[in-house]
Nanobody, 122 residues
Framework: QVQLVESGGGLVQAGGSLRLSCAGSGRTFSTYAMAWFRQAPGKEREFVAVIRWSGGRTYYADSLKDRFTISRDNAKNTVYLQMNSVKLEDTAVYYC???????????????WGQGTQVTVSS
């Protein structure tokens, strides 16, 4: 069992940066692939990025790979999402998720956090 708690969301101006964190509980945290998803108002939840359990491989949504960076620190049971040059359309609730495989498919993830709100202002 893994419990996930996101933090770091808030209000940021367009063009600014924000770093989200997701703290996981449980000794098996380091064995899971960790992903970030987001859901904007009125839209479906979408894939943002994923990192393998070892941290060696990362995958991103094509539209975000030049601005977002996912990383993890297994010693701290934490995964991060660095968001740079944020845009108005990045406004969403951001969720972290843990699963056995590094995939963009939401249904593949077994554990989810409660989400953290990111609001980008002009």
């Amino acid at each position: 069992q893994v419990q996930l708690v996101e933090s770091g969301g808030g209000l940021v101006q367009a063009g600014g940066s924000l770093r989200l964190s997701c703290a996981g509980s449980g000794r098996t945290f380091s064995t899971y692939a960790m992903a970030w998803f987001r859901q904007a108002p009125g839209k479906e939840r979408e894939f943002v990025a994923v990192i393998r359990w070892s941290g060696g491989r990362t995958y991103y949504a094509d539209s975000l790979k030049d601005r977002f960076t996912i990383s993890r620190d297994n010693a701290k049971n934490t995964v991060y999402l660095q968001m740079n040059s944020v845009k108005l359309e990045d406004t969403a609730v951001y969720y972290c998720a843990a699963g056995a495989r590094a995939t963009y498919a939401q249904e593949s993830y077994d554990y989810w956090g409660q989400g953290t709100q990111v609001t980008v202002s002009s």
